[in-house]
């Protein structure tokens, strides 16, 4: 009996870097806030890495496809619940990841003998200024980070995801145009994915990319001000790449 609780630690352990080992390699993903909303940017195969939950919220995610639609899926009823039980416009992020989304990771992720989510997440819920954005990143063990604007990185290791984020920080503000900020991301997943070092002395990004077979950009803006129209708007990459001086 006295040997259980170490053997519980022990499995744990092993279900966590299971999981670490089953997202390694995965496409990053990047949030940045911006005057005109919040851009959400990945690398996938196509609707497979940024989504709409409601109104406000988005999500981007690296993982398995079918955990990232079960998540999906659990957000977009959670937020239609509270959208019913009180107002659209009470529907909050932090809500849906402080009482629903993150409690249910841990719980899946703590029952040794039913399979982990394998997900690695972000979440944005625009404001009326970029000063009022929210953006999650919400691990696959229920933890989640909350940070108000700026720019938010899932990539598949925790050193990856912070070195990226102390490059791209000086690199992108609220100001940065729609374009700018997308080249930056853009440069940043290149460097991620194929284990570049990041440049101090980089000021500029590249303009021109040559993506995985299979692959594509995916991108959405969840717009700061959108009278009678959704928020969320897909984007072509063509719309992100900025036109020739």
Known sequence: MTEEPYRWIEAIGNRREYVETQLRGGSPVFAASLDDGI??????????????????????????????????????????????????????????????????????????????????????????????????????????????????????????????????????DSSTSLPDASLWLLEAWHRLTASEPFPADLDRPRTAWTLPAGRQVEAALLRRTAPGEARYQPLDPAQLVPPPA
């Open 39 to 172: 851009l959400l940017l990945g690398v996938g195969t196509g609707h497979s890495k940024v989504f709409e939950i409601f109104d406000r919220h988005a999500l981007a995610g690296l993982g398995h496809p079918t955990d990232l639609e079960r998540v999906r899926q659990t957000l977009i009823d959670a937020a239609h619940l509270e959208a019913f039980t009180r107002a659209s416009a009470d529907v909050s992020l932090r809500r849906l990841v402080s009482f629903g989304l993150g409690p249910q990771l841990k719980t899946a992720f703590e029952q040794l003998f039913s399979p982990p989510f394998l997900v690695r997440l972000l979440l944005a819920e625009v404001g009326q200024r970029p000063t009022n954005d929210l953006l999650v990143r919400l691990d696959f063990d229920g933890s989640f980070e909350l940070r108000p604007g700026g720019v938010a990185i899932a990539a598949d290791s925790p050193s990856g995801t912070a070195a990226a984020g102390d490059w791209l920080a000086p690199r992108i």
